[in-house]
T-cell receptor, first 114, second 112 residues
Framework: KQEVTQIPAALSVPEGENLVLNCSFT??????LQWFRQDPGKGLTSLLL?????REQTSGRLNASLDKSSGRSTLYIAASQPGDSATYLC?????????????FGEGTQLTVNP | ETGVTQTPRHLVMGMTNKKSLKCEQH?????MYWYKQSAKKPLELMFV???????ENNSVPSRFSPECPNSSHLFLHLHTLQPEDSALYLC???????????FGPGTRLLVL
């Protein structure tokens, strides 16, 4: 059974700092991996999706890397801002077949202080 | 706006009530999902529908009954729930293949 772990569970940083969020998964047979953002009491917003054949994806100040063989992914946030404060979730998708079946980690709760 | 809407946004119900959650997507997607998010636990996949057919039931108790009348609408019918069923229920959709999931804002459910 696939298990996804995110470290740290919570992180508080001053504005402007660069930071790294970690995600590990136990079964390397994945089709893709997604990073999501969730604001309190809200739904999830997809940030980046990395296919299993890719090593990284970038969007603005965000960069996600994937090392499938070691079961790890990182989300790098550059020049953090208070608006980045949210919970960041990592999820892996095991297959390409119709409909995806994501397994989520528990998330990292990020607070960026002004 | 993600194009996935959920109603109601908040719901309080007693254990003997019957209620329904509604999800609607305007993205032309063919797969829709129900997830449960409890405090301090990872999101749990409940049901998957693809082209209106249920393709996954993740050992969900029968007091939760999904319905997918068409590719744009998904319901979750609730009856005789327990207090531990209180959670945020999230709906999501994707194109038919395993691609980016688009989530609705969720329904916050409290069972008394």
């Amino acid at each position: 059974k696939q298990e996804v772990t995110q470290i740290p569970a919570a992180l508080s940083v001053p504005e402007g700092e660069n930071l790294v969020l970690n995600c590990s998964f136990t079964d390397s047979a994945i089709y893709n991996l997604q990073w999501f953002r969730q604001d309190p009491g809200k739904g999830l917003t997809s940030l980046l999706l990395i296919q299993s054949s890719q090593r990284e994806q970038t969007s603005g100040r965000l960069n996600a890397s994937l090392d499938k063989s070691s079961g790890r992914s990182t989300l790098y946030i550059a020049a953090s801002q208070p608006g980045d404060s949210a919970t960041y979730l990592c999820a892996v998708n095991p297959r390409k077949t119709s409909g995806s079946r994501l397994t989520f980690g528990e998330g990292t709760q990020l607070t960026v202080n002004p | 706006e993600t194009g996935v809407t959920q109603t109601p946004r908040h719901l309080v119900m007693g254990m003997t009530n019957k209620k329904s959650l509604k999800c609607e997507q305007h993205l032309g997607h063919n797969a829709m999902y129900w997830y449960k998010q409890s405090a301090k636990k990872p999101l749990e996949l409940m049901f998957v529908y693809n082209f209106k057919e249920q393709t996954e039931n993740n050992s969900v108790p029968s007091r939760f009954s999904p319905e997918c009348p068409n590719s744009s609408h998904l319901f979750l019918h609730l009856h005789t729930l327990q207090p531990e069923d209180s959670a945020l229920y999230l709906c999501a959709s994707t194109p038919s293949r395993g691609e980016t999931q688009y989530f609705g804002p969720g329904t916050r459910l409290l069972v008394l």
